[in-house]
């Protein structure tokens, strides 16, 4: 099994990649160890102290880790942890997020292409990153996102958001006025 590690935006993140499929469609995102519950992996992933989050993707695991600790001594050991728990056949989570990006047939047509230039144009440059936006909602001209992994907390999340998301949407949907994290 090929287990590597890049880095992200975010320095107190990194993306380990594998080339085993983790989870097929979605994403799993824990925020702290009382999330959790739904997965095995992150479960042992938090028993390190220097963990502050997981992010689950189809073939990485993002962990964000506590400022106080430097990744030169982290990273065998989250790789020893990641590649053992893989090895053991266990599944990595109970349930996925299908990020809320789906159109349904309630959705407004202006929703639709919203959810639409997230998912072709947004979503896939993210998870380059280790991370994931979410779409949460579209009330008077604001886009609500939650970002998950390691956008959240990144220092350039809010270039991101702004200069990118916010310009593509504008620039795509006139009735998108401005777009905010939740």
């Keep these: 099994m090929q287990l590597y590690t890049e880095i992200t935006p975010n320095p107190a993140t990194l993306k380990f ?5 983790l989870i097929p469609d979605g994403t799993a995102d824990f925020p702290d160890s009382s999330h959790a ?12 102290r220097f963990v502050k989050s997981v992010f689950i993707g189809r ?30 056949g266990q599944a990595v989570v109970d349930k996925v997020s299908t990020g809320g990006s789906t159109a349904s047939e309630d959705d407004t047509e202006v929703v639709r292409k919203i959810k639409q ?10 998870a380059m990153d280790g991370g994931d936006i979410i779409f949460e909602g579209f009330e008077e001209g604001i886009v609500k996102l939650k970002m998950q992994g390691s956008c959240q907390g990144c220092p350039s999340s809010t270039a991101t958001l702004k200069a ?11 009735e998108v006025k401005e777009v905010q994290a939740i």
Excluded: C, H, Y
């Design 164 to 174: 990118g998301i916010q310009g593509l949407l504008t620039r795509m949907v006139p």
């Design 37 to 48: 519950e739904s997965s095995l992996m992150a479960k042992k992933l938090f028993q390190f």
């Design 117 to 126: 230039l997230i998912d072709e144009n947004v979503r896939p440059a993210v």
């Design 59 to 88: 073939n990485f695991v993002t962990v964000t880790k506590e400022e106080e600790f430097k990744w030169e001594e982290l990273i065998p050991v989250v790789k020893d942890a990641i590649r053992i728990f893989i090895e053991s």
């Design 17 to 21: 990649i594998t080339d085993r499929t």
